[in-house]
């Protein structure tokens, strides 16, 4: 990896940046941290939480050009994107939670940023402004128009500086095409189309058109009793505009070609891995479900995240995937009782690194996994609040099944549940990462 101080073993050596987030233990509903997002030059990380609001950081300028530089990030803009709604038709209450964020590539001094909850999905321009016009002849400063009959004189408007303001505005909403709650969106490649998908239909939508959208994949049966999978994941290629891949609840990762059919239900590739029998378990179709799918920054691969594991993919090989980690194998045991809380239905996301040689997913106890591809090594890292100092080094965590455990060893029987770390976000560049583990991000670097 990149710059980064290794250990004698060639790992990255990761050390605490930044928490940001209240400290409290009683944690709203509505703080609880949903999607982290960096944008494509990794200066600004967007979050969006449960309460409908997104939160954008700013990368700290004096951090950034620093030697050694930091990951150090500030708040940039807080607005409610979202509001709870109700769908009188259904009798169905429609919740605010940010499901995702995705940003647009830069083309001028604004931002742009897609967000959605269950139903609708809004573009957002993020702008500065520290300039404000004086003196104008129609209207007085506080904006009240004036009397025509008293304007005896005209003058020039003026421009004057003023504090630094940054506006989120809505500039298009795109609503009431999605029956089902919508789990994914993605950005072309052309910077003009996006992808959002349901559990049965992903549509196509065009960023300056509202009120149509195109379906192009259907997977809704004629007879709903027939339904065998539902779609979980979609995201469009990073490079060729026309592919695209979804997975599903089934274990199976499907990739379309837009130019061979209007309507993609018949797939270009099925990426599958045949079961292991000897795991076969009550289990086994839940724990194969995939919750996330990630093509890498080349596009050449693809990473799936399934219930104990994620999987590595070549484009160019279906049979079976090229790489397998495993995330948290020691709660294989522990299958039935994560049943009966739920926890086994997680969504736990994943990411690639900027040059796509290290992989990151979410696990429990506030702990989250790093895979590096070249060394084959891999690290358990907690996002704790106790290591809350600059530069502090990160402890390698180990999770212990058996009888004794050693000093630095938690058991499998002590992990904290209801701490759980779904959402991840590594710099495009660099080797900062943003980590959420319930109201609060964490940010962690490397070590230079």
């Excluded at 950005?187 to 509202?210: C, F, G, K, M, P």
């Excluded at 709660?331 to 990151?360: H, P, Q, T, V």
Aim: a negative charge.
């Amino acid at each position: 990896m990149d710059c980064a101080e290794t250990s004698s073993n060639g790992d990255i050596q990761w050390c605490f940046s930044q928490v940001k987030g209240t400290l409290e233990d009683d944690v709203t509903e509505a703080d609880i941290i949903s999607c982290v997002e960096f944008n494509h030059d990794g200066d600004l990380l967007a979050t969006g939480d449960k309460g409908g609001r997104v939160v954008i950081f700013q990368r700290d300028p004096v951090s950034k050009n620093s030697i050694p530089r930091r990951g150090e990030y500030n708040v940039y803009s807080t607005f409610q994107s979202h509001e709870p709604e109700f769908d009188y038709l259904k009798s169905l209450e429609i919740e605010e939670k940010i499901n995702k964020i995705r940003w647009l590539k830069r083309k001028n001094p604004a931002h742009f940023l897609l967000s959605t909850n269950d139903k609708t999905i809004k573009l957002w321009k993020v702008s500065e402004r520290d300039k404000r016009v004086e003196g104008y002849n129609t209207k007085e400063e506080n904006g009240t128009i004036r009397d025509p009959a008293c304007i005896t004189s005209l003058r020039v408007p003026t421009i004057k500086p003023m504090e630094l303001m940054v506006e989120a505005s809505p500039r298009r909403i795109f609503a009431n095409a999605h029956t089902y709650h919508i789990n994914s969106i993605s950005v072309n490649s052309d910077q003009e189309t996006y992808l959002s998908a349901d559990d049965l239909r992903i549509n196509l939508w065009h960023l300056e058109i509202t009120d149509q959208s195109f379906n192009i994949v259907d997977i809704k049966p004629t007879n709903m009793e027939e339904l065998t999978e539902v779609i979980t994941a979609a995201e469009f290629h990073p490079a060729e505009c026309n592919v695209l891949v979804y997975s599903s609840s089934k274990g199976t990762i499907r990739l379309c070609d837009m130019r061979s059919a209007a309507l993609c239900d018949q797939h270009s590739k099925l990426f599958e891995e045949p079961e292991d029998p000897t795991n076969r378990s009550f289990f086994s179709e839940i724990i194969s479900s995939i919750s996330d799918v990630k093509l890498s920054n080349s596009g050449r691969y693809m990473i799936s995240r399934d219930y104990l594991s994620v999987k590595v993919w070549d484009l160019q090989m279906e049979t079976k995937p090229i790489e397998c980690y495993t995330v948290h194998e020691y709660l294989r045991s522990k299958l039935c009782s994560l049943y009966e809380n739920d926890c086994i239905f997680d969504k736990f996301e994943c990411c690639w690194s900027g040059n796509d040689s290290a992989i990151m997913t979410g696990s429990y106890n506030n702990f989250f996994r790093v895979f590096d591809r070249t060394t084959k090594r891999d690290l358990t890292l907690e996002a704790a609040r106790d290591i809350a100092k600059p530069k502090t080094l990160l402890k390698p965590r180990k999770v212990c099944t058996g009888g004794k455990r050693k000093k630095d060893e938690i058991s499998v029987d002590c992990l904290d549940f209801n701490k759980k770390i779904l959402h991840t976000a590594w710099h495009p560049s660099e080797n900062v990462v943003a980590v959420a583990a319930t109201n609060n991000l964490f940010l962690f670097q490397d070590k230079l």
